[in-house]
């Protein structure tokens, strides 16, 4: 059975940085393309990263260069280098599969639903202080 686990969040000061992880288990992660959302009170939940199975590519959202998603194939865990935090950036992250080799962010809400994605994590809560 197939579980991500995510952890590294916590309070951090404008401008300051977080390393998030995404553990996976009952897979191997480099079989998959795994990506990072986010979801603050109130608003919709939006994706932030993806690394693909295969050649690794990645994709990103509208996060403006600050973030870098990568992986570790021998601990089955991606990560998310969060710099230049801001507090926009607030937010429970977690991390989520569709099941499929290639990163599909950019078509959530074009040619694709959040339904697509079968497995998440239970998220990690990132704060971003003025």
């Known amino acids: 059975q197939v579980h991500l686990v995510e952890s590294g969040g916590g309070l951090v000061q404008f401008g300051g940085s977080l390393r998030l992880s995404c553990a996976g288990s009952g897979f191997t992660s480099d079989d998959y393309a795994i990506s990072w959302f986010r979801q603050a009170p109130g608003k919709k939940r939006e994706g932030v990263a993806c690394?693909?199975?295969?050649?690794?590519?990645t994709e990103y959202g509208d996060v403006k260069g600050r973030f870098t998603i990568y992986g570790d194939n021998v601990k089955n865990t991606v990560y998310l280098q969060m710099n230049d935090l801001k507090p926009e950036d607030t937010a429970v992250y977690y991390c989520a599969m569709d099941g499929g080799t290639e990163c599909q962010l950019r078509y959530i809400g074009r040619y694709y639903s959040l339904d697509k994605y079968r497995y998440w994590g239970q998220g990690t809560q990132v704060t971003v202080s003025l």
């Open positions: 690394i693909s199975a295969n050649d690794g590519a």
